[in-house]
């Protein structure tokens, strides 16, 4: 089974700065997908980024970027220029390449607060 | 906008007594999914459909059962709603085996008294 792993709860960044999130993740898998999810304070969960593990380069989405690292089963996301709108639960997830209905693994999530 | 809709946003129930929350897309992914959030939690898998197949997940209580009569419509049907029963419930749907993630509806967040 896998397993998702975000060991920062809560972690704050003033306004403008850059600041990461760590996510961590056990498979035995060699094709998978990790994501990372956003959900806002009583609003709806939305993407904000996607890694194939196939591909070695790092996607990035403007302001945000990961860290992906096979080997070692890392995978973080980093914001860069915070804005208050980032303000959020991030969810770092898991899924499998194979198969049908794949499930999405989550991590337990980390709070994010950009204060002004 | 192609989008997943969940209704109500709020639901309050008795305790015991059933509810059923509704879940609809236009998106026309043949998977759906239901998880379960409580308070600052990771999201927990109840069970999804790929077309009609219905696939539970082990852990899931015989209290929830869910249906869904066509491609856009998915419903969560609780049968006797108890306090631990309390939470945010999401409704998800994708596309089989791209891995491009789900699209997430807004939640309903149910209440027992």
């Known amino acids: 089974a896998q397993t998702v792993t975000q060991s920062q709860p809560e972690m704050s960044v003033q306004e403008a700065e850059t600041v990461t999130l760590s996510c961590t993740y056990d498979t035995s898998e060699n094709n998978y997908y990790l994501f990372w999810y956003k959900q806002p304070p009583s609003r709806q969960m939305i993407l904000v980024i996607r890694?194939?593990?196939?591909?070695?380069q790092n996607a990035t989405e403007n302001r945000f970027s990961v860290n992906f690292q096979k080997a070692a089963k890392s995978f973080s996301l980093k914001i860069s220029d915070s804005q208050l709108g980032d303000t959020a639960m991030y969810f770092c997830a898991f899924m499998k390449r194979a198969g049908y209905g794949n499930k999405l693994v989550f991590g337990a999530g980390t709070i994010l607060r950009v204060k002004s | 906008d192609a989008m997943v809709i969940q209704n109500p946003r709020y639901q309050v129930t008795q305790f015991g007594k059933p509810v059923t929350l509704s879940c609809s897309q236009t998106?026309?992914?043949?998977?759906m999914y239901w998880y379960q959030q409580k308070s600052s939690q990771a999201p927990k898998l109840l069970f999804h459909y790929y077309d009609k197949d219905f696939n539970n997940e082990a852990d899931t209580p015989d209290n929830f059962q869910s249906r869904r009569p066509n491609t856009s419509f998915c419903f969560l049907d609780i049968r006797s709603p108890g306090l631990g029963d309390a939470a945010m419930y999401l409704c998800?749907?994708?596309?089989?085996?791209?891995?491009?993630?789900?699209?997430f509806g807004s939640g309903t967040r149910l209440t027992v008294v």
């Open positions: 998106l026309n992914h043949n998977v």
């Open positions: 890694q194939e593990a196939y591909k070695q």
């Open positions: 998800a749907t994708s596309r089989a085996g791209e891995g491009y993630g789900y699209t």
